[in-house]
């Protein structure tokens, strides 16, 4: 990626600033954006992703963009829907060709994420704090087709997206994550390491497809349940999941106690509840 300006020219001759309604916060640091790939690729046991088709949602001037491209993916896409990023975009992928990059200009929550390419997915990603968890819902649905999601996350959504049973932090994201993913803490990141620095820490993390594939319609059985429980988190299951049928012989089958609440319950007997149902 020699042949490209240093970031901070990128950022400088186009006047760049971010802006808040999109959620942007860039990362222009290129010691910690490496440091974000490396760090995935030893966690997956890869040296790179030659081979791989390689998504980065929100890529803003690129800092992630060239770390991505070092580790030489076979396609690179990047969704992006600032048109001034889009500029940029178009600069990079005249430096490493077209058949290498591709550019989606638009909203990545509309993007088709059902799709299985041809080359193994991954995506990679300093998520727009504003869409990150809708982002990662759909991911999760479609988890079957990815072999990895390496993203940013506000360090809060973080805690919660790993947060155990009988925690404050745990509630409907933790479940779904955990049934359909293993997930690895990564790295740490200061407000400090971004432009603007936010208010808050954020924590990078790597998801990883568990080998039991869940069916569309389970994970939304399991969505739905969880939605009911977590709605009412501070009462007991008999109250808040008190429409569902036959509830005391469920909640037996799957060794739930009526008078527990739902942050008591784990994942596992979440998955088993949705497929009595």
């Given amino acids: 990626m020699t042949e490209l300006p240093s970031l901070k020219q990128t950022v400088d001759e186009y006047g760049l600033l971010a802006k808040k309604s999109l959620g942007q916060n860039f990362l222009l640091d290129m010691n910690i954006t490496g440091k974000i790939i490396r760090s995935s690729l030893a966690a997956q046991n890869k040296p790179d992703w030659r081979g791989e088709a390689v998504y980065e ?34 600069d990079i992928q005249t430096v490493v060709g077209v058949d290498r990059m591709q550019i989606v200009e638009g909203d990545a929550l509309k993007f088709d994420w059902t799709r299985k390419g041809d080359l193994p997915q991954n995506v990679v990603s300093n998520l727009p704090y504003n869409i990150s968890v809708p982002l990662l819902l759909g991911w999760l649905k479609n988890m079957q087709n990815f072999n990895s999601l390496t993203l940013m996350f506000q360090k809060e959504v973080a805690e919660r997206i790993m947060a155990e049973p009988n925690n404050k932090n745990y509630g409907r994201l933790s479940v779904l994550a955990q049934l359909v993913c293993k997930i690895k803490p990564l790295l740490t990141l200061n407000p400090n390491c971004f432009v603007p620095a936010p208010k808050i820490w954020s924590m990078v993390l790597l998801f ?9 319609e389970l994970f939304a059985k399991i969505e739905k349940l969880t939605e009911m429980a977590f709605g009412q988190r501070r009462k007991m299951i008999r109250q808040s999941l008190k429409s569902l049928p036959d509830l005391e012989n469920l909640c037996a089958k799957v060794g739930i106690e009526p008078t527990m609440r739902a942050e008591n319950i ?6 088993r509840l949705a497929e009595l149902l």
Avoid: K
């Fill in 266 to 271: 784990s994942p596992e007997r979440y998955l």
């Fill in 57 to 90: 949602v929100g890529p803003g001037p690129g800092g992630l963009t060239r770390a991505i491209l070092e580790a030489e993916p076979q396609n690179l896409t990047v969704i992006e829907m600032d048109s001034r990023c889009i500029q940029i975009m178009q």
């Fill in 208 to 216: 990883l497809p568990q080998e039991r594939v869940l069916s569309p």
